[in-house]
């Protein structure tokens, strides 16, 4: 990490703190899941941490707003690229076995809105950024983004790349296909799809299935739901030069808070090989992004809060998303030695139980958020 960050520039002609140096304050902001560069600061005028640099809550925002954009990217790609190669980039698939999945979604960080790329696995990473200024700007948006990934990455980097009902669009299939060199694949609720319509109209038809039309139910053990997915392939889009599979999925609540609360939605994919079990899984993983990647990385970074403005924003995050990333590779691996490190009474190591340790190792610091 070190060695990457060195490649770290701005815009300033004769820095006195380099750009190296706030990367490191910002990432182990990240790591200690501080709130806030004030509260930063306030700790780095402590000198209770000596392996971080003193500069001023304005000093970094400032920096921030001037640094580049692309070594971020780079760093980021390098973190991604040896999480892969840990074997912890990949999400079993069930009857497909072990895939790498993107997923592509907006969201809010205090008043940045953006749409995110997010690699799902054993360790969930969201890998860059890009920003639209309104609600009804996060497609354009998200095209970028899937063109910045294309550049970055290359042709072929997952197999799968997942959105919401937004991205059911001519566009984002024929892209995925002719330039990602992956499957795209849609979970919506949107029945009045040309796809959607005729597909229904099969399933209504033969709701038992037949030869062209996949029937499966059982229970989902883990999810404490019961399922039932009618699956059919070969089905054309007007204006779309290739064919789609189409799934109606059922997912009945057996527990919790829903518990007997039917949910019907539709999964709409490019691999007309997939099982329609797997078609399911699919629009499950897709709710990573959700979860796994914006809460969680809410809830150990404090990404919601509006820590500084505009381009300074966007640098900010992408260091935190590579201090969500390396913490969830530390929690793995703790969570793999946790009968020698007598975690045993654990069920899943937390990020605050490993906040609280790695502060300790600081001294008298105390985690105030």
């Avoid at 990602?180 to 109209?201: I, Y």
């Avoid at 809060?305 to 990333?325: D, K, P, Q, T, Y």
């Amino acid at each position: 990490m070190e060695s990457l960050a060195q490649c770290l520039e701005d815009n300033r002609k004769k820095p006195r703190i380099p750009c190296v140096y706030i990367f490191f304050n910002v990432f182990i902001m990240g790591i200690l899941g501080i709130p806030s560069l004030l509260q930063l600061d306030i700790l780095l005028r402590e000198e209770k941490v000596p392996f971080l640099f003193l500069a001023s809550d304005s000093t970094i925002a400032r920096v921030l707003r001037l640094m580049w954009l692309k070594p971020l990217g780079i760093i980021l790609k390098t973190i991604c690229l040896n999480v892969i190669r840990l074997g912890k980039g990949k999400i079993e698939l069930p009857k497909v076995g072990r895939v790498k999945i993107g997923i592509i979604d907006g969201t809010s960080f205090g008043r940045l809105l953006a749409s995110v790329i997010s690699i799902a696995g054993e360790v969930d990473m969201p890998i860059d950024i890009e920003p639209f200024e309104s609600k009804g700007k996060e497609l354009p948006a998200s095209q970028r983004l899937l063109q910045r990934f294309l550049q970055t990455y290359g042709r072929s980097f997952v197999d799968f790349m997942v959105g919401d009902g937004l991205y059911a669009t001519r566009d984002f299939f024929s892209f995925c296909i002719d330039r990602l060199g992956c499957h795209g694949v849609v979970k919506t609720d949107e029945k009045r799809l040309q796809v959607v319509e005729f597909a229904e109209g099969l399933f209504n038809q033969y709701p038992g299935g037949d030869e062209y039309i996949e029937h499966v139910k059982g229970i989902d053990s883990l999810r404490k739901e019961e399922y039932e997915v009618w699956a059919t392939s070969y089905i054309y889009w007007d204006g779309l030069s290739y064919q789609l599979k189409v799934a109606r999925v059922m997912d009945t609540h057996l527990a919790g808070k829903y518990k007997g609360k039917t949910d019907v939605y539709y999964v709409i994919a490019t691999a007309t090989e997939l099982p329609a079990i797997a078609m399911r899984e699919l629009a499950k993983i897709r709710w990573h992004i959700e979860n796994e990647t914006f809460r969680a990385l809410n809830e150990q970074c404090h990404s919601k809060h509006a820590f500084v403005r505009n381009e300074g924003m966007i640098a900010l995050l992408l260091i935190l998303f590579a201090s969500f990333i390396t913490i969830q590779v530390y929690r793995t691996l703790v969570e793999e030695y946790k009968e020698g490190l007598n975690l045993k009474r654990w069920h899943r190591v937390s990020f605050r139980l490993l906040r609280e340790d790695f502060l300790k190792t600081l001294g008298h610091y105390e985690d105030t958020s």
